[in-house]
């Protein structure tokens, strides 16, 4: 089953998540409503971080991943935090966006108090609801870990429920999920309410034999406008980072952050932090770009085709392109590799 909000998909609303500055035109950014990018932009804001590195920032708040994507593709936003893996299916059929790191955290399997599932081998016949779709990374890795530490194929063992993050969490609340694959700051605010990490999927990672840093989310632009807009990209980034150096070292900022967090307690906020700061990214762009080079082979032996996209192969003499399955992560995935 999929739980959808229709208006989750189509509707935006714009938000006054980072200051408009007058000095340049502004970098149109999309920000999830329950994500963490906001926080950072907060933080860019109040430290004056855009005007210090010459970008001038406009967000505009979606409440589901699908429609910050939409928005990207129509050029209604310059620039979305998004998955890798979109970005690479998009490129195998023939996109130009690219990924440029925003953080290595990524979720975990959870279990709601009183739920008899405690490992992996629990799983089957059990109702799990997984964040996002079909496609989600996460449920990629859980389920070629499963295949690979278990011999259990979830996709057919478990009773799967799709959904975003917070319809997710209600009902397992409710007690109608046994188990939860969700993102990172669910997982906090979950654990902060008594639920069990099962398998956190950096483990899982690990488990498949990925080596070095993974990136899980990232801002994701056309390459084509990157290029042409190079300064703004440049700031964008040059802030991000400021920011970031911020929040792993400042204790106080998150207290300036809880509202925004929606941090429920001060238990609740320093598992948000803690989470956040595990996720902050230290590799380069090249780095990133090969440990997601080998897991993209493994995600493509689960998801085939659906996930990775097709390869178009160009005949010049036949005028004609092939279509093919992208087995290799596609070149520009990563921006600058």
């Known amino acids: 089953m999929i739980l959808t909000r229709r208006a989750a998909l189509l509707g935006a609303l714009t938000v006054p998540v980072a200051r408009i500055a007058k000095a340049a035109a502004p970098l149109r950014i999309g920000v999830l409503r329950f994500g963490t990018v906001s926080w950072e932009l907060d933080t860019i804001v109040r430290h004056g971080l855009d005007a210090a590195n010459g970008v001038t920032l406009a967000a505009t708040e979606f409440a589901a991943a699908q429609a910050t994507q939409v928005a990207l593709q129509a050029g209604a936003v310059d620039v979305t935090a998004q998955d890798w893996t979109w970005v690479a299916r998009q490129r195998a059929d023939g996109a130009d966006w690219t990924f440029i790191t925003f953080s290595t955290a990524i979720g975990a399997l959870i279990a709601p108090p009183g739920s008899p599932v405690r490992a992996v081998s629990d799983l089957p016949g059990k109702r799990l609801g997984i964040a996002g779709s079909p496609l989600d990374k996460s449920w990629l890795i859980l389920r070629a870990y499963a295949l690979k530490a278990h011999g259990i194929d979830l996709d057919k063992a478990v009773n799967k429920t799709f959904g975003p993050p917070p319809l997710l969490a209600e009902q397992a609340r409710a007690g109608r999920l046994d188990a939860v694959l969700t993102f990172w700051p669910f ?125 178009l192969v160009g005949s010049a003499l036949m005028g004609s392109a092939l279509m093919g399955t992208a087995t290799e992560l596609p070149a520009g995935t990563f921006w600058g590799v």
Do not use: C
Not at 247 to 259: H, N, P, R
Not at 275 to 304: C, E, N, T, W
């Open 187 to 311: 997982v906090a605010r979950a654990v902060a309410g008594g639920a069990v990490r099962v398998l956190a999927m950096e483990g899982a990672v690990r488990a498949l034999g990925i080596t070095g840093e993974v990136p899980v989310a990232g801002y994701v632009v056309s390459e084509k406008w990157a290029n042409a807009n190079r300064p703004a990209i440049d700031g964008l980034q040059a802030a991000s980072r400021a920011a970031r150096e911020i929040l792993a070292a400042s204790d106080a900022e998150w207290q300036a952050l809880q509202k925004l967090t929606g941090a429920a307690d001060a238990a609740e906020l320093a598992l948000l932090r803690d989470y956040y700061r595990g996720g902050i990214p230290h590799g380069s762009q090249a780095d990133h770009a090969r440990s997601a080079a080998q897991l993209f082979k493994v995600l493509a032996g689960v998801g085939g085709p659906e996930l990775v996209g097709s390869a």
